[in-house]
């Protein structure tokens, strides 16, 4: 590629720039252009129907101020506009903006179509970089700078005649489209005329909005041009300073935000970001990093999934899998440790009944956007022992820890298998078909607890009898004494020569509440070999419960071990 190609961004001198140590206090004023800039950069743009889904969406999130198009650029734009004004749609607390070049023929027709509207801001612009003087204009920044005087001075004129005969209220907004790429001195200039020209105020202010029209440098590079332009600006409690950051460089979120340190109070985007090239910036991004920060952003994303259905049923677009916030991805963990993580912090948060969120790897709690905790760990060849072990606890099941690795490598060759994410459905019939579809060799028929005295009645032991049968030979009796259920159990079966496991721990938990409850048991043992092997037993009964779950491991282990071999009192 060739490196020599391109201009560098020339950085501004500001030496003594204060943005790096201030931080987001509070929301900006926040302005949708998804109606103009998102909807003229889609293929096949929003017809009347959807443009008015998508601005009672808007109205519904919170948008106090909405552009809603370019009226003087087309018909369709024209029409969704009256039908705006004339059909009732637009609250008295939402403001309406229009887009208009500032040339005159489009000033006027632009307010043939507001009138009738209660709020609206003229929002007029001409472009001002380098570039554009260069290779579109052909002129000086004096031509320039007339445009746009000019421009404001016949919008002054309809505004104030339109609202002597009207109870509509205008407002003015001026953009010096390509700030980015405008030398800093001539763009407050052409600023300072024109809100001269306005005769703007502060109690009358003006919005200068300084678009990177193309993100032309890293942000730090846009926030030194803000707080530059502010520092610079005369009058600069007569104007609002608002930002249009587009995405060319896919850092629109942090030029907003580092934008909003250097001064500016206004923020123009789009929801997830749509709009030409790579985009405008994303307003769904920009105001849940600032919940996350505990400031009220005045925006409710509380239905995310709804305002995503709307915005891709209208615009055709598609929200990707790791969109921030709303990706279908983004509150997912396939990694082990952060599998492990997410765990460890929901079962802190309901141990400490804490009030803060305490959760890594998760900066919101994705219930605050409607989205669900179910899907949150997600399983494939990446995911480890913890991630199986959550997905089985959605179906009542509490593997003790020792147990997640067991598992976790049996779903992990699973996926490796399969090559691709198992469903949690088929996480649960793995683990049905590695533990409680083991049939055999050995099967319990049927058996009987005892209590026996020690002599003079100080201690009392539990005597086990029963049937056993392996691989549907003839049964055989067995009898067993020990301190407890489990210890007689193991007695029994050493009588008969099912000898060398050693029991490690045990757990169990109830499956089900009310009447009909049932127990897991959870059994821990060592092999003959000395390897570690569980087995699980569902019953009413919770000593039969741990019954099954030993000759689970048993039979687990025969089932697995190579060389396992049939105790001589079964033997033909």
């Known amino acids: 590629m060739k490196t020599q190609k391109y201009f560098p961004f020339t950085p501004i001198d500001l030496p003594d720039r204060t943005w790096p140590s201030k931080t987001i206090t509070e929301a900006p004023i926040w302005c949708s252009v998804d109606l103009r800039d998102g909807n003229q950069a889609l293929i096949d743009p929003m017809n009347l129907e959807e443009k008015l889904e998508m601005f009672q969406t808007l109205v519904r999130i919170g948008i106090k101020e909405i552009e809603v198009g370019f009226p003087s650029a087309s018909e369709t734009e024209y029409e969704i506009l009256r039908t705006l004004i004339e059909g009732g749609y637009i609250p008295d607390d939402v403001t309406i903006q229009v887009l208009v ?12 179509a507001v009138k009738g509207a209660k709020n609206v ?6 472009s001002t970089s380098t570039l554009q003087r260069k290779v579109v204009f052909r002129k000086d920044m004096d031509g320039i700078i007339d445009i746009a005087v000019t421009g404001a001075r016949l919008i002054k004129k309809l505004s104030d005649e339109l609202m002597q005969t009207s109870d509509i209220n205008i407002r003015y907004e001026y953009s010096p489209e390509s700030f980015t790429g405008t030398e800093m001195d001539n763009a407050v200039e052409i600023c300072q005329r024109v809100l001269e020209e306005l005769d703007a105020t502060p109690e009358n202010k003006v919005i200068l909005n300084l678009p990177a029209t193309v993100e032309g440098s890293t942000p730090n590079g846009y926030a030194d041009q803000i707080e530059y332009f502010c520092r610079h600006l005369k009058g600069r409690d007569s104007a609002i300073i608002s ?3 587009h995405n060319d460089r896919g850092t629109a979120v942090a030029a907003a935000e580092l934008g909003l340190l250097a001064g500016a109070e206004r923020i123009e985007g789009t929801l997830f970001g749509n709009g030409e090239r790579t985009g405008n910036v994303d307003l769904v991004t920009l105001a849940l990093n600032m919940y996350t920060q505990n400031i009220d952003s005045g925006l409710d994303f509380s239905d995310i999934n709804k305002v995503r259905e709307v915005y891709e049923r209208t615009t055709k677009m598609k929200v990707g899998p790791r969109q921030p916030y709303a990706g279908e991805l983004v509150f997912t963990a396939f990694s082990g440790s952060h599998q492990d993580a997410i765990n460890k912090g929901k079962a802190y948060m309901n141990e400490s009944h804490s009030d803060r969120w305490e959760v890594p790897y998760l900066p919101i709690d994705p219930a605050d956007v409607g989205r669900e905790y179910e899907p949150i760990i997600r399983i494939n060849s990446q995911s480890g022992k913890g991630g199986a072990a959550y997905v089985m606890q959605e179906f009542g099941f509490k593997m003790p820890k020792a147990m997640h690795p067991e598992f976790g490598a049996v779903v992990q060759a699973a996926c490796d298998k399969k090559g691709k994410e198992l469903q949690a459905q088929e996480v649960f019939d793995l683990f049905i078909e590695e533990y409680r579809n083991v049939c055999g060799p050995y099967r319990l028929l049927n058996h009987k607890f005892s209590e026996e005295k020690e002599e003079h009645e100080l201690l009392t032991k539990v005597h086990f009898s029963g049937t056993i049968q392996y691989n549907g030979d003839a049964p055989i009796k067995i009898e067993g004494t020990g301190a407890g259920p489990i210890d ?11 000898t060398g496991y050693h029991f490690v721990d045990y757990s169990e938990h109830a499956i089900s509440v009310g009447a009909d409850a049932k127990a897991c048991s959870y059994i821990h043992l060592l092999s003959p070999e000395g390897r570690e092997v569980f087995g699980i037993g569902i019953s009413h009964n919770i000593n039969y419960a741990s019954l099954k779950g030993i000759l689970c491991a048993i039979n687990r282990c025969q089932k697995n071990c190579v060389r396992a071999e049939q105790p001589p009192i079964f033997s033909k």
């Open 243 to 245: 930002l249009h950051p």
């Open 121 to 126: 801001i003229i929002h007029f612009y001409n």
């Open 488 to 498: 007689a159990f193991f007695s029994a079966l050493q009588s008969i020569g099912i």
């Open 101 to 112: 070049q500032s040339r005159e023929h489009l000033i006027k027709k632009t307010f043939e």
